[in-house]
């Protein structure tokens, strides 16, 4: 099937129980945070923990927050959790902690939200390259009206480029995509600068095979 043509089921494959349940967000930190984005990505946890940090606001909105991990190295005091996988909403609310306000929201990245909710932050990391198609740029862009005036819409996504890859990186990152693990073979930078474009402060770097973006929404 085409990429633009990709059907809900499909769009959403990245939040299966079969890829997220508690027996693989048990060993994810290890595995991808831990081990394979240093030798494989090339961009050191360390790195995306700053920049997470950097961002995040005193209303902070996750999209995709898998095992929490980013999450209990924030300051915020309210954070709202989406995601369509229920195992990943119950291990990051239980990483957080208690001494925060914490909602969840289960349903799709590409489900509206409600119209007037509003966030200092939204962060999504390691989301985007799991979604196959081009429908989540238009989605990303649009997340920028959840922001408050000021606020920050940033994350960070691996990026397949072909040029910058190792060798290794290229077989994981074809394979993933092979497995529906990761949607991300035809993904760019230029998708990524696109979809935040009119936005405030934008910046996007790439460090290794991972894009770390920034964009705040104009006062
Ligand atoms: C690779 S994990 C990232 C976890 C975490 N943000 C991190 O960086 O460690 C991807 C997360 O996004 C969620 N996800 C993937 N596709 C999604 C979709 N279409 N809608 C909602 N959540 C999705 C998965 O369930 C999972 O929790």
């Known amino acids: 099937m085409p990429t633009g043509s990709t059907d809900h089921r ?3 494959r990245g939040a ?5 349940n508690r027996g693989t967000l048990r060993i994810y930190d290890a595995a991808v945070l831990g081990v394979t984005n240093s030798l494989i990505w090339r961009c050191p946890t360390r790195t995306l923990v700053d920049h997470y940090r950097n961002h995040a606001g005193p209303s902070h909105l996750d999209i995709g927050p898998g095992t929490g991990y980013f999450l209990e190295r924030i300051d915020s005091p309210l954070i709202t959790l989406l995601d369509l996988n229920g195992a990943s909403l119950a291990a990051a ?3 957080i902690g208690s001494g ?3 909602e969840q929201i289960r349903q799709s990245f590409f489900s509206p939200l409600e119209d007037e909710r509003r966030f200092d932050s939204i962060g ?3 989301l985007l390259h799991c979604i196959p198609g081009r429908a989540k740029w238009d989605r990303l862009a649009e997340l920028r009206r959840h922001l408050r005036p000021g606020g920050t819409l940033f994350g960070s996504t691996v990026l397949p480029g072909t040029s910058t890859a190792n060798p290794l990186a290229r077989v ?7 497995l529906g693990v990761f949607g991300n073979a035809e993904d760019t930078m230029a998708d990524l600068e696109a979809a935040l474009a009119g936005m405030a402060d934008v910046r996007a ?6 894009a770390l973006f920034s964009a705040r929404r104009p006062e």
């Not at 994981?172 to 092979?178: A, P, V």
Request: glycine share 6%.
């Open 205 to 210: 770097r790439q460090v290794g095979q991972v």
């Open 10 to 12: 499909d769009r959403d």
């Open 100 to 102: 925060k306000k914490v």
């Open 93 to 95: 609310e239980a990483r």
């Open 124 to 126: 999504l990391n390691f």
């Open 172 to 178: 994981l990152n074809r394979t993933y995509n092979r």
């Open 16 to 20: 299966s129980s079969g890829i997220y």
